[in-house]
């Protein structure tokens, strides 16, 4: 699961998907994961539809979540990377998604 979330500014936002796609790619071509076992939730969908499954709101996050745990066994590795800012408010640490 590759997470991008808020950028903030166009120059965040094209870094962040520009990490994530190369991640993404790495994973399907070079390290031969299926292309629905990788799963990116973005900022924005439009800026590559043929990779982006949705936007990476909180709510389509905790239902990939559970998605995933429904489909993954006890011996399957999952992979989650979160890519963009975060805040520390509160003594609490966020991550910050649209």
């Known amino acids: 699961v ?7 500014t166009t120059e965040f936002r094209e870094s962040f998907h520009s990490e ?5 790619t790495a994973l399907v071509e070079d390290h031969g994961i ?4 990788v799963i990116y939730l973005g900022e924005r969908v439009d800026v590559s539809p043929d990779m ?3 936007r990476s709101t909180r ?5 990939v979540l559970g998605d995933v745990s429904q489909r993954s066994g ?9 890519i963009g800012h975060g805040t520390d408010e509160s003594g609490t640490a966020q ?4």
């Open 95 to 98: 991550f910050n998604v649209p």
């Open 34 to 37: 299926p292309e629905e076992d």
């Open 2 to 8: 590759i997470v991008v979330g808020l950028g903030g």
């Open 20 to 24: 994530a796609a190369q991640i993404y």
């Open 52 to 54: 982006i499954s949705d």
């Open 74 to 82: 006890p011996t399957d590795r999952v992979l989650i990377i979160l």
């Open 59 to 63: 709510a389509n996050l905790l239902q």
